[in-house]
T-cell receptor
Framework: GQQLNQSPQSMFIQEGEDVSMNCTSS?????WLWYKQDPGEGPVLLIA?????ELTSNGRLTAQFGITRKDSFLNISASIPSDVGIYFC???????????FGKGTRLLVKP | GAGVSQTPSNKVTEKGKYVELRCDPI?????LYWYRQSLGQGPEFLIY????????DSGLPNDRFFAVRPEGSVSTLKIQRTERGDSAVYLC????????????FGPGTRLTVL
């Protein structure tokens, strides 16, 4: 079956530092989504990517759809305490509807 | 409200019982998804509705799980003969675009099977 590997599993960084996380898949994806989830809440969409090579920013967040269509990364610049949470990547293969999620990257920010 | 709502927020039941979980999508959203999220994991796709019909139910784990969306808006996820392994957070999401699109998630229903 499809595999989606997300790394790192967790990060503990100092406020102000930049953060990078990525996802790789065993198959080609047509869409990559990045979400943030806070405790007790549903995931909130951060960035959506639809084309290979696409680079999209949302404030301090930047994400890219890899050229091979098997990977994506998310960068957060100048982290702040409210960036704390779990970040998930999700991918969609072909013309299906079943998004596959990574296991998440837990981000902790030390003030 | 403006977002996806789910009720109840928490449900505790006994093994073998029947449960229903409700999702109210964002008004006008034609696509609706159900996911299951276990502790420490990402959401796991269960079923996708486009309008009233289930366009993809390949994620339902077995025939104890069933979902309906009779009028193309509210959806109900039904679990029969619950098992302890069904304990998880059940998330609903809706989208305004068919298939591929940006999904907006509800807060989830935390199901605990004793």
């Amino acid at each position: 079956g499809q595999q989606l590997n997300q790394s790192p599993q967790s990060m503990f960084i100092q406020e102000g530092e930049d953060v990078s996380m990525n996802c790789t898949s065993s198959s080609i994806f047509n869409t990559w989504l990045w979400y943030k989830q806070d405790p007790g809440e549903g995931p909130v969409l951060l960035i959506a990517l639809y084309k290979a090579g696409e680079l999209t920013s949302n404030g301090r967040l930047t994400a890219q759809f890899g050229i091979t269509r098997k990977d994506s990364f998310l960068n957060i610049s100048a982290s702040i305490p409210s960036d704390v949470g779990i970040y998930f990547c999700a991918g969609l293969e072909g013309q299906g509807f079943s998004f596959i999620f990574g296991k998440g990257t837990r981000l902790l920010v030390k003030p | 409200g403006a977002g996806v709502s789910q009720t109840p927020s928490n449900k505790v039941t006994e093994k073998g019982k029947y449960v229903e979980l409700r999702c109210d999508p964002i008004s006008g959203h034609t696509a609706l998804y159900w996911y299951r999220q276990s502790l420490g994991q990402g959401p796991e796709f269960l079923i996708y509705f486009q309008g009233t019909g289930a366009a993809d139910d390949s994620g339902l784990p077995n025939d104890r799980f069933f979902a309906v969306r009779p009028e193309g808006s509210v959806s109900t996820l039904k679990i029969q003969r619950t098992e302890r392994g069904d304990s998880a957070v059940y998330l609903c999401a809706s989208s305004s675009r068919q298939g591929v699109g940006t999904q907006y998630f509800g807060p989830g229903t935390r199901l605990t099977v004793l």
